[in-house]
């Protein structure tokens, strides 16, 4: 199984790039505050791998170190509808305690000019509090895997780009509990 790769180097937040993030929430909120039907906006979650399949998309994001999360930015893709699941998740947390629980969660090393939830051993940011993209996103080495049937006894994941090759194989009958990526 094929997947991308990143080895950007690790750097602490800029502290405009968390102020932008802070705007960026703000408006998500004020999105929100200001929705007609903002019970509507709360989205399903979806279905997400087990088993072995798990093993493997956690192994694959591991040695591809996150790829796709470099699109995160300060918006981590966050918006009216993630935070309309965060309040109702948290009917004790004001705007402000919405926006400091997020800020806490920034990475305090992350791969620059990334997400700024993109730290050293993955995501910071809790499942709970991610946009629903986030947590049912596939590339499409991902997807290829996911879609065979049946699903082979080991996998051997490459992830690569440019001169950056990294290796992982993972077995059905002897699942990896190592792997950090979640
Ligand atoms: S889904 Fe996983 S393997 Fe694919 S680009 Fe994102 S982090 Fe890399
Ligand atoms: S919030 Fe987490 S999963 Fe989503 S783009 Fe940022 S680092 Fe990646």
Known sequence: MSVP?????LVPPPAGRVRALKR???????????????????????AQPEGFAADVVR????????HCCRGGGEHAYLDDRTMARVRRDNPDL?????IALYKRSVA??????????HGR???????PLR?????????NGLWDFLKMRPLPD???????????????????????EACRWE
């Open 94 to 98: 004001d705007a402000a305690g919405v």
């Open 121 to 127: 051993t993955g995501c910071t940011l809790a499942k």
């Open 131 to 139: 946009a629903e993209l986030c947590n049912t996103y596939y590339c």
């Open 5 to 9: 790769a990143q080895d950007s180097p």
């Open 24 to 46: 960026h929430l703000v408006e998500s909120l004020r999105d929100l505050r200001e929705a007609k039907h903002p019970e509507r906006l709360i989205q399903k979650r979806t």
């Open 154 to 176: 080991n996998v051997e994941v490459v992830a690569s780009k440019g001169g950056i090759e990294r290796r992982a194989v993972v077995k059905a009958a002897a699942r990896e």
């Open 108 to 117: 305090s090393e992350g791969y620059e000019n990334s997400c700024l939830f």
């Open 59 to 66: 192994a694959g994001c591991t040695q591809c170190q996150g």
